[in-house]
């Protein structure tokens, strides 16, 4: 069963109506111990990366170890899970990103429905993707790219972080719109799909900001285009996607999320603790390096903001008949 935007207003809203008993006891001790934050890719990407920049200022902030621990496969679908079946106490968090959104409508069956199982806590960090491709591929604008994919059909492969991955359906944007044949090659997260790109195993890949940044920085792999309609300012060389389709447009992003029924008050604090971090200039500063921007505020603004993307990237899996591998 899935949930639109309009039932998971009336359902946060619920949630938090008047009527929810406070456990201000909890909310004072927490956290006594440490903490996990799970992650569904492996490590060396960018949702590693945004994972452990929080981590250590949470870590900092309570003075008690949040520890990242990689849980990758089945399109974050395992670490996803994971944290469902937790104890609803704060000691087991989720780092959410667009993949959560996307495997609403990506697998027919999962154990759990996001929207309902897992407790928006604060969205934080919005960043383009680049589309990357390895020093060998001829072109260097992406019509330059297109021409050249549309000279070698099936010939090009594509690299993603996992099907149904941010990466993936980027990917799959360009392809239909552009017109070419590309041969897709899942990966078991942006690390490993990175490697690959870097020895020539495969051609292109839309990597996250984070993660791609210092590649193209280096000189060891060539940036053709960004994701988003404005340019950035990590890079801003390099023109975006949509001056050569308009209306292409594709982000990442990242936040926090609990198992549902946690305290009300352990939510709050911890979205507290991430705004702070946001506001601080040199956590911005941080951010601003690896090409992100900062969102923040409420658990029910984040919760809007994934119900918004679950249905956005819903039209593309449909019309692309999208089945996870």
Request: hydrophobic share 45%; net charge positive.
């Amino acid at each position: 069963m899935r949930f639109s935007r309009r039932q998971f207003l009336s359902r946060a809203s619920a949630v938090l109506a008047p009527f929810v008993i406070p456990t201000i006891a909890a909310a004072q001790s927490y956290p006594s111990r440490p903490v996990r934050i799970l992650v569904g890719f492996a490590p060396g990407g960018s949702n590693d990366t945004y994972a452990r920049l929080v981590a250590q200022w949470l870590s900092d902030r309570f003075a008690q170890p949040f520890v990242v621990e990689s849980r990758p496969g089945a399109g974050t679908n395992i670490a996803t899970e994971a944290v469902v079946k937790a104890a609803p106490d704060g000691y087991t968090l989720l780092l959410v990103n667009p993949a959560n959104a996307i495997n609403a409508t990506l697998y027919e069956r999962l154990a759990f429905n996001f929207i309902r199982d897992v407790a928006p806590v604060v969205s934080m960090v919005r960043q383009p993707l680049l589309m990357l491709v390895n020093p060998s591929v001829p072109a260097k604008t992406v019509p330059e790219f297109i021409s050249y994919a549309k000279a070698n059909p099936g010939r090009i492969s594509v690299a993603s972080a996992g099907s149904g991955t941010a990466p993936h359906l980027a990917g799959e944007l360009f392809r239909m719109m552009a017109g070419v044949d590309l041969i897709h090659v899942p990966y078991r997260g942006a690390g490993p799909a990175l490697s690959d790109l870097l020895g020539g195993q495969v051609q292109v890949y839309f990597a996250g900001m984070a993660s791609g940044v210092e590649h193209v920085k280096s000189g060891k792999l060539r940036a053709l285009g960004i994701t988003t309609a404005a340019r950035s300012d990590s890079l801003p060389e390099v023109v975006p996607v949509s001056e050569f389709l308009p209306g292409y447009e594709a982000s990442d992003w990242f936040g926090l999320g609990v198992p549902k029924g946690t305290p009300v008050e352990i939510v709050a604090s911890l979205n507290a603790a991430v705004n702070a971090a946001l506001a601080d200039a040199k956590f911005r500063t941080r951010i601003s390096e690896l090409g992100g921007a900062v969102i923040g505020g409420t658990p029910f603004e984040f919760g809007r903001m994934i119900a918004d993307e679950t249905d956005k990237w819903a039209k593309v899996v449909k019309f692309a008949a999208i089945k996870p591998d």
